[in-house]
């Protein structure tokens, strides 16, 4: 570890770093419960869909809520803009490299329509499917009221870096304190990455913290700011405050990790490190169902002046129900993500999700390589 006599620089690992030790019992993954609860709504997975265009249609969201899942439409960008957001999509995956980036400022530059918001949450509840929207902190007031009015039952209030306390030249910022005693509704507030502010976050009375600083595929934060915390010390710091409010509470607020995750394997770690739940998008951008046809971009992208997003190419893998359920064609762990939790939660001899954050936890930066020679010249191995 190095440090210098501030103490300002500290060690941290992400999901390459470590690796989960079994545990000293183990059981059959048919007997796990993978569900998760956030207010009064219990999903049967632990997993959500990113916020992001490219993932998250009111289609898709119904696909995923009927497979035991939650999407999460994004308020502020195509579906609110446009009567046909599938024809803005479009135009942004069919862009050359060198015009995607104009191409997003244009189109996210068209204003969002109230009526909009009312419908597309309109369509998710009318197929008996929970709903929840984000929206960042400069529109929380203005758009959750029309969209909690609409029957959206979850709010997830979205920003690069959110913390409880916020300083602005405007006349009055969003008081998380305050404005949830406006609201009936859970509110999912994030993104954070360290035990204060998660902690400050909870004691303001949010429902949900969302853990990640820049570690999508699609997001260039920290490439163009240099902020973030690697994934497993940011849901372990997070996690920790959680325990801490629940012990002095009695309230469990439960910890997603947001972003980062390209598999079953990360997916483990990010639940063995804290987490109640994941936050997911490139894996979900690779679904036959999502909307941008193989291509993913970040919230971010569209920034007028400094875009922290790009557009990628992942490509279309398989259905969503495969990705999540299988069966898997492939072995590098990109499909069956629920089978891969519930084996792991098999081998640890963890019952629930959180059984799953007592198991330990090893520094092992060569699990990925470590006889696994013949797998990474191409010619596979048992």
């Known amino acids: 570890m190095i440090e210098n006599k501030h103490n300002r620089l500290s060690p941290a690992y992400g999901f390459d770093d470590i690796s989960i030790a079994p545990g000293s019992f183990t059981i059959n993954p048919d007997q796990t419960q993978t569900t998760f609860t956030v207010g009064t709504h219990q999903l049967g997975i632990p997993i959500i869909a990113s916020a992001m265009d490219a993932i998250v249609s009111t289609s898709f969201a119904v696909d ?3 497979l035991g899942g939650l999407a999460v439409l994004n308020l502020e960008g195509v579906i609110s803009r446009y009567p046909n957001p599938q024809e803005a999509i479009n135009r942004i995956i069919n862009s050359k490299p060198e015009e995607v980036i104009p191409v997003f400022q244009d189109i996210y530059s068209h204003p969002i329509t109230n009526n909009l918001i009312g419908d597309r949450i309109s369509e998710i509840k009318s197929k008996g499917i929970t709903c929840a929207v984000s929206v960042t902190p400069a529109n929380t007031k203005r758009l959750s009221p029309l969209a909690i009015e609409a029957g959206a039952d979850i ?18 910022g969003l008081v998380f304190s305050e404005f949830l005693k406006t609201i009936n509704v859970p509110v999912i507030v994030g993104n954070c990455v360290s035990y204060e502010t998660t902690l400050e976050l909870m004691e303001t009375g949010i429902d949900g913290i969302l853990v990640g600083v820049g570690p999508g595929a699609a997001c260039t934060t920290r490439e ?14 997070c996690s920790s405050a959680r325990d801490e409010f629940h012990r002095r509470t009695g309230k469990y607020v439960p910890i997603i990790t947001d972003g980062g995750i390209r598999n079953g ?13 994941v936050m997911i998008g490139t894996p979900f951008a690779q679904s036959t169902e999502a909307p ?16 922290r997003g790009t557009r990628i190419e992942v490509g279309v893998k398989a259905s969503l129900e495969q ?20 084996a792991c939660m098999g081998m640890v001899g963890a019952y629930t999700i959180q059984d799953m954050h007592r198991a330990n936890l090893v520094l ?12 990474r010249s191409g010619y596979g191995a048992p």
């Open 224 to 237: 163009v700011t240099g902020v973030g915390v690697p994934q497993v010390t940011a849901t372990l710091d």
């Open 265 to 277: 394997g990360d997916l483990c770690k990010a639940i063995a490190s804290g987490a109640d739940a």
């Open 292 to 307: 941008g046809g193989g291509y993913n971009w970040g919230m971010a992208s569209p920034h007028p002046a400094l875009p």
């Open 64 to 66: 995923l809520g009927n």
């Open 155 to 172: 709010l997830c209030v979205q920003s690069t870096v959110t913390t409880a306390r916020h300083e602005s030249k405007s006349i009055k």
């Open 364 to 375: 092992a930066p060569s699990i990925k390589t470590e006889g696994k020679h013949l797998q």
């Open 323 to 342: 990705i999540l359920f299988g069966p898997s064609s492939i072995t590098n762990g990109t499909m069956n993500l629920v089978g891969a939790l519930k």
